[in-house]
């Protein structure tokens, strides 16, 4: 242990050295641990380095949803069930490209719910845009911007040159390889067209020699991260304390949105056709999606750390959530079933054999946070998970639980055709959850926030965040004073991504790092089960900062079953 | 200027007195410095004149016959007079000094022995040297009788009395070289010292006395008790010289140091400031020595030569009533003959002209001797063991730095070492005596010169001259204070302040700051004081303030000020934490220093930290009634809500 202490940053431990060796809790007992893992672990931050981007992560996971969908084929064919006009599509089209079958899924799952169901009210706009784009495809519609409007209009410059949007703290652009401004967070991307350019000339420039790829800038106390996948350059430029690793982990969950929105099956095969197409038209309406992510990375650390925060409840009401959602939602081809409330999870039920990646989970809670539309009906949407398969996609039943719009139910089939046996189990769901209490449970936790730091009675303890690795679930208490302004929050969390980032750091990780700053004192440990970032006064000395996490862990050991999710309901 | 050529001189007014003649005798005690002048065998009167006395003193004796010696008691009560060759008369006074004329007489024991002289070894005891030896008697003046005390049986040559240290020296033995000290410290006992043998040049053949009185005198000299012997050359080819020897208390006296004169002839000794002057009467000059100075040793003595070249005594001239022919002039000014045949020569320092009627005590003048002696260290070292030397000592300092005098760094190194020797056995002496000590204090003869000294009257030259650089200003600084320390003497601070201030003003900022982290300058807080003031001039000297503060550790409340003037919150809570007087610390003051950050978290922080003060304390976190605090406690409120308070502790 105390081998442990000393890999920590002494730079950084500044004043009050104390004598001594400061001895840390064992960690064998380490809180919010479980074998039965309800998520994929990954630790996709660790993981994240430019030699791992390629697509060998994605192509390794495709196929999953093929897999079910020909499964079903042969129960189908065996059952001999006529109307599955898709299972004989899959069917017929299995000695094609994977490609090919979702690409078909995705066109029928359109028109399906489309045409079936008028009563319906399906969040289609992406659909129907997708529909038109691949029209627009079909028809060999190149739109080629002419030179003079590349260099166009003082007006466009005098926006990039503008105070406000050179002040934006943090901007991330999408562009094509061509160099087409596909997506921007602050302004409006037709004025961003030459800046956009210089950007690509940047990245082909180095690209051209030598296979090389342009990974970062900096510029004073800008950083610019460059990531270039499938055709699409990503770039973020912020000046927040985000480093090149956290910046290059951001431009990952974009990466996933844009699959999630187009599957990577889609994407490869548009830029294949047309390296100049612009991609803007079949994203058209996905902006909130980009643009709800990267505000939920601002406020959320689970992106982060890629875990996912739980809702706290008691074990035996969640006990009785899933067995509900396992007992009324046995349907076949639901691959998974989850209710979400306020951007944490109450409870997850899944296919034996098929785990829910984090980054898959965030992209679902940013679908339910950036569209208000399904607050008014139940909905029917097609939704690619990344991890889970970036070839196809997965269709989402989506409901409110309550009038509050508070909980939502989400179910996730291979099954286009399901949407009525689905809401049929949603409606037993919701039944039986009220009967017993489980929704208001909910509520009552919602409404009680999540907890206090003061419940750990630490003193000078002011926040953490605690990771269970092996869940990839995190716990944190809320924001109390003196982190109850906005501008506060906004420090603390760039405390977080300075510590995460110091710990994480490739060239040098670290075990442990005590760090006294200017208003508060950080100290990060991580080990094999869990990762630790504590907040604590300024003032505190080492050997109490020790004392006090050891007492946290112990705290959180003893509320574990309520703030964790330790055992996994499987279909 | 006259006085810049001589550096003896004679004092300014003599005590004059009744010239020698047929009808007039003149005697003088060199134990009392009295001179005697007896008129006719005393009929006509005797007059007694003194250094206590300011008047002369005048009484008839009967005329008896010639005195041969006469002297007073030690307090003036009895004389004793001796007219025949055996026995010694007395006579008693008063205390005005009148008598009643009634004499009684001693003589000397044994038949053919007879009276060489006589000294008082106190106030009524009375030794008498007799060509037997010596007879210690008791003077009882109320009987009028005496008491033998003592009778040794001696062969006496001649004898020297030194009265200050009550030491009689007997000459005996056929060379006269024999010498025996005794010593009369306590009344009623004579302590006879080892005798020694004083070392002449080859013995004369047939044997006579060789040593003679006239060539041997006593004298103390940086405290020790010599006896000093004026060794003639066997030819005229070699010079003279003086030998010492120092009296032990076991042993026979030693002989230490030998002062080689180059020159022969009739020689005069005195010891004046524990020098050694020697008169030569042929060519009428004086050399000093000083034993004090380095000298060749040969492993047992030591070899001095003249500390200058011969020089002649000022000339001196006198005021005297116009005795001669030339009328009409009050008085006529009268160039005294120095060196006189007529000069008598008394220890330690007292020269008498019997033919003038004048009576000198010399003196050294120090002012001359600075440009005779071109080694400044030799000066310095000179100077340093005179009476009276200081003020010639700083002006010897302050002309090593004016500008084109200026001395090396190396000398004034030594001459600082030099100084600063005596300096520091002051103060171990000085503390020893405010200890309470009842050692009898050590009276060092030495010249002391302080820090203050050098500071007013030394380093005030570069106040004077401005053109002296001030890389050798600050050299010569660093330099004494080097010395001080090499002395583990404490440097005063106003010392730093000048080296500070002549670094400041010339823009040295790196050089202080050097000197302040390698503690050339010593830790203080007056110069931790005045290194924040300069922090605006040189930032970095508000962190060596802090260092410096800290380092002397009694000056925490100091370092709180600093810190919280500078809005420091933290690093002054955990200033207070690491010295652990965070239970006693005002939180009041602190809580204000927060608030005027203007920096929430910050108030937040301090806040807090005392809320778990009191909590700790008083197992309550709100701030106690004679804080003070509710305002600050209003403020947090504002600021943060009421729920941000420590809960209070439900009692258990």
Redesign the interface.
């Known amino acids: 242990m105390a081998s442990e202490i000393k890999e920590a940053d002494h730079r950084a431990s500044t004043s009050d050295s104390e004598a001594g060796n400061v001895d840390l809790l064992e960690t064998n007992d380490i809180p919010g641990n479980s074998d039965n893992t309800l998520l994929v672990v990954s630790d996709s931050y660790a993981d994240l380095n430019y030699v791992d981007i390629n697509d060998s992560d994605i192509k390794s996971h495709r196929g999953t949803i093929n897999a079910l969908v020909k499964k079903k084929a042969k129960r189908g064919n065996s059952v001999t069930t006529a109307d599955d006009g898709i299972a004989a599509d899959a069917n017929e089209n299995n000695g094609r490209d994977d490609e090919d079958v979702s690409e078909h899924i995705d066109n029928t799952s359109g028109n399906n719910v489309e045409n079936d169901s008028s009563e319906v009210s399906v969040d289609d706009s992406q659909d129907d845009c997708l529909e038109q784009n691949l029209a627009d495809l079909s028809l060999q519609e190149t739109e080629d911007i002419p030179v003079s409007h590349l260099i166009r209009s003082t007006s466009d410059s005098d926006y990039v040159n503008s105070l406000e949007w050179k002040q934006q703290r943090k901007h991330i652009f999408i562009l094509s390889d061509s160099g087409k401004p596909i997506y921007s967070r602050h302004g409006s991307e037709d004025k961003l067209v030459t800046i956009m350019g210089v950007m690509q000339a940047l990245v082909s420039f180095v690209q051209d020699s030598e296979k090389d790829n342009l990974r970062s800038i900096v510029a004073g106390d800008h950083k610019f991260v460059f990531m270039t996948r499938d055709h699409l350059t990503f770039v973020g430029i912020s000046r927040g304390g985000e480093s090149t690793q956290q910046l290059l982990l951001q431009l990952t969950y974009m990466y996933n949105q844009v699959i999630s929105v187009l599957t990577h099956t889609t994407l490869t095969r548009i830029f294949k056709q047309h390296r100049n197409y612009d991609l803007r038209r079949p994203l058209s309406g996905a902006e909130k999606f980009f643009d709800n992510l990267l505000n939920l990375m601002d406020v959320e650390p689970g992106l982060l750390l890629t875990s996912v925060r739980c809702l706290p409840l008691d074990s035996s009401v969640r006990e009785v959530i899933s067995q509900t959602i396992l007992q009324h939602a046995k349907v076949k081809d639901l691959v998974f079933a989850l209710i979400i409330a306020q951007n944490q999870l109450v409870a997850l039920v899944r296919m034996k054999r098929y785990h829910l990646h984090p980054m898959d989970l965030h992209l679902i809670i940013n679908l339910i946070n950036a569209s208000e539309s399904f607050k008014t009906a139940e909905s029917w949407t097609p939704i690619c998970l990344p991890k889970f398969d970036a070839g196809g996609f997965l269709q989402a039943h989506v409901s409110y639980l309550d009038e509050e719009c508070q909980s939502c139910l989400l179910l996730l089939s291979v099954d286009i055709e399901a949407f009525y046996i689905l809401s049929e189990c949603k409606s037993r769901i919701k039944e039986r959850l009220i009967r017993y209490n489980a929704l208001e449970a909910i509520n009552a936790s919602l409404k009680k926030r999540s907890y206090s730091i003061q419940a750990c009675s630490i003193t000078d303890l002011r926040h953490f965040l605690y990771k269970a690795r092996s869940t990839a679930q995190y716990t944190s208490p809320e924001f109390e004073t003196p982190y109850h302004t906005k501008e506060e929050q906004e420090r603390l969390f760039s405390l977080y991504y300075y510590l995460h980032d110091r710990i994480h750091t490739s060239g040098r990780p670290l075990k442990i790092l005590f760090h006294v700053g200017q208003y508060e004192t950080l100290l990060g440990w991580v080990t094999q089960g869990f990762e630790l970032y504590a907040v604590f006064g300024p003032l505190v000395t080492k050997m109490t900062a020790i004392h006090a996490v050891n007492k946290l862990l112990r705290w959180i050991k003893r509320e574990e079953d309520r703030l964790f999710i330790l055992s996994s309901a499987t279909f | 200027m006259e006085d810049d050529n001589y550096y003896i001189s004679l004092c300014k007014n003599p005590i004059r007195f009744e010239p020698f003649s047929k009808s007039n005798n003149v005697f003088f005690d060199d134990a009392n410095k009295q001179v005697f002048a007896v008129r006719c065998g005393g009929a006509m009167g005797v007059i007694m004149k003194g250094p206590e006395e300011k008047v002369c003193v005048s009484f008839r004796m009967e005329d008896r016959g010639e005195i041969v010696s006469i002297k007073f008691s030690p307090d003036k009560r009895i004389l004793a007079a001796q007219r025949y060759l055996k026995s010694v008369e007395f006579l008693n006074f008063q205390e005005d000094l009148t008598t009643d004329q009634q004499e009684y007489s001693q003589a000397c024991k044994g038949r053919a022995t007879e009276i060489r002289g006589f000294v008082w070894s106190s106030t009524n005891e009375i030794v008498f040297i007799t060509t037997a030896g010596l007879e210690h008697y008791q003077v009882i003046p109320e009987k009028r009788t005496l008491r033998n005390l003592k009778t040794l049986s001696l062969q006496v040559n001649w004898y020297f009395w030194l009265a200050s240290s009550s030491i009689l020296l007997i000459s005996s033995g056929t060379l006269g070289n024999i010498l025996h000290p005794f010593q009369f410290k306590q009344p009623g006992v004579m302590t006879r010292l080892p005798k020694f043998e004083a070392d002449l040049p080859a013995g004369p053949k047939p044997q006579k006395l060789s040593l003679l009185d006239r060539d041997v005198t006593m004298a103390v000299i940086y405290d020790h008790l010599y006896v000093v012997v004026l060794r003639h050359p066997l030819n005229a080819s070699s010079g003279a010289e003086i030998v010492l020897y120092q009296l032990q208390k076991e042993s026979p006296a030693r002989k230490t140091d030998v002062l080689k004169l180059d020159m022969s002839g009739r020689f005069a000794i005195n010891v004046v400031d524990n020098l050694i002057m020697v008169h030569h009467q042929a060519s009428k000059t004086s050399v000093i020595f000083d034993i004090h100075l380095d000298a060749k040793s040969d492993g047992y003595v030591n070899y001095h030569y003249p500390v200058l070249s011969p020089l002649g005594i000022k000339p001196f001239k006198l005021l005297l009533p116009s005795v001669n022919m030339q009328a009409g002039i009050d008085k006529t000014e009268y160039n005294c003959e120095l060196y006189s045949a007529n000069w008598i020569v008394f220890q330690p320092d007292i020269v008498i002209d019997a033919k003038l009627g004048c009576l000198w005590t010399l003196e050294l003048n120090l002012a001359p001797l600075v440009t005779m002696i071109p080694d400044k260290d030799k000066l310095i070292q000179f100077l340093l063991y005179r009476t009276d030397s200081k003020s010639v000592i700083l002006s010897v300092c302050a002309q090593m730095l004016v500008p084109g005098k200026q001395a090396s760094l190396q000398s004034l190194a030594k001459v600082y070492d030099m100084l600063n020797v005596t300096y520091k056995q002051f103060l171990d002496t000085e503390t020893q005596a405010s200890a309470g000590e009842a050692s009898i204090r050590h009276v060092n003869s030495k010249v002391v010169i302080e820090q203050s000294d050098m500071f007013t009257h030394v380093f005030s030259v570069f106040e004077d001259y401005k053109d002296i650089k001030y890389k050798f200003v600050v050299a010569v600084l660093i330099e004494y204070i080097r010395s001080l320390n090499q002395f583990n003497i404490p440097v005063q601070h106003y010392l730093y302040e000048l080296v500070i201030n002549i670094l400041v003003q010339n823009s040295c900022f790196y050089q202080l700051h050097q000197f302040l982290q390698y503690h050339v300058l010593s830790d203080s807080k007056p110069l931790a004081c005045l290194m924040l003031s300069l922090e605006s001039v040189y930032p970095p000297a508000h962190q060596l303030a802090l260092d410096m503060l800290k380092r002397i550790q009694t000056a925490n409340e100091e370092i709180i000020e600093v810190l919280l003037s500078k809005q420091q919150l933290?690093p002054a809570?955990?200033f207070i934490?690491?010295v652990g007087i965070v239970d006693n610390a005002q939180s009041r003051k602190f809580l204000e220093a927060a608030l005027s950050t203007n920096d929430?978290?910050?108030f937040?922080?301090v806040f807090?930290?005392f809320e778990?003060r009191n909590q700790r304390l008083w197992a309550n976190p709100r701030f106690q009634q004679g804080e003070h605090c509710d305002q600050y406690v209003k403020q947090f409120e504002a600021l943060?809500?009421s729920e941000?308070l420590m809960?209070l502790q439900p009692v258990q």
Do not use: A, E
Request: hydrophobic content about 35%; overall charge positive; proline content about 6%.
């Open positions: 933290l809570i955990r934490r690491s929430n978290m910050i937040y922080t807090k930290f778990q943060f809500g941000s809960p």
